[in-house]
């Protein structure tokens, strides 16, 4: 299928405990996305990047950090997790300069 | 700071009905305004309005931009149960690449 894809779908852990995220998408896009999506359903972008490179860096904590192995990929490692990093976390992908954006399912993370 | 903020929260209507749901924004040098339909996994693309591209319409769903009130509407007519989702709202402004979301309008279509 033509998609942008998110594993895992649901992630429960403990505060302090690291996890990744990844995401992958085939659409044939450059530049891919990670949205926040709070228990209020906004949506807030994280970082984005634009052929391996990054471009946009929200306020985010050092924390979290992208990694883009390449253009088709963009993985989400968090460290030392905290009790509000519960939300769902989104990938997404366009072609570079496009603003339309093509999302992937979604990630719920837990923190307990 | 870009701002987009939509109404209503929240609208539940029956099946038939028209609605149209608003959004406004604060954005500099604006390029784009997108919907985007949340059912109850990933945002689905619906429109993109631009200053060259003010009016949209598919099917039963359309969507006019304003550029002077700094707003747009989406318009369903004859909704169905399967419009039941929460609609977003989103600008592309002087962060070229960067969407910013409103928090949406939550849509329910009784039978």
């Known amino acids: 299928d033509t998609a942008v894809s998110q594993t895992p779908k649901y992630l429960v852990t403990q505060m302090g405990n690291d996890k990744s995220i990844k995401c992958e998408q085939n659409?044939?896009?450059?530049?891919m996305y990670w949205y926040k999506q709070d228990s209020k359903k906004f949506l807030k972008i994280m970082f984005s990047?634009?052929?391996?490179?990054?471009?946009i860096n929200e306020t985010v904590p050092n924390r979290f950090s992208p990694k883009s192995p390449d253009k088709a990929h963009l993985n989400l490692h968090i460290n030392s997790l905290e009790l509000g990093d519960s939300a769902v976390y989104f990938c997404?992908?366009?072609?570079?300069?496009?603003?339309?954006?093509?999302f992937g399912p979604g990630t719920r993370l837990t923190v307990t | 700071e870009d701002k987009v903020v939509q109404s209503p929260l929240s609208l539940v209507v029956h099946e038939g009905d028209t609605v149209t749901l608003n959004c406004s924004y604060e954005?500099?040098?604006?390029?784009?305004l997108l919907w985007y339909k949340q059912e109850k996994k990933a945002p689905t693309f619906l429109f993109m309005l631009?200053?060259?591209?003010i009016e949209k319409k598919s099917g039963r769903l359309s969507s006019i931009l304003d550029k002077k009130e700094l707003s747009s509407i989406l318009n369903i007519t004859a909704t169905q149960t399967g419009d039941s989702a929460i609609y977003l709202c989103?600008?592309?402004?002087?962060?070229?690449?960067?969407?910013?979301f409103g928090q949406g309008t939550r849509l329910t279509i009784n039978p």
């Open positions: 997404a992908s366009s072609p570079w300069a496009k603003h339309e954006q093509y």
């Open positions: 659409l044939g896009h450059d530049t």
């Open positions: 990047y634009n052929n391996k490179e990054l471009i």
């Open positions: 954005v500099t040098n604006f390029r784009s």
């Open positions: 631009t200053s060259s591209g």
């Open positions: 989103a600008v592309v402004g002087q962060g070229a690449q960067k969407l910013v």
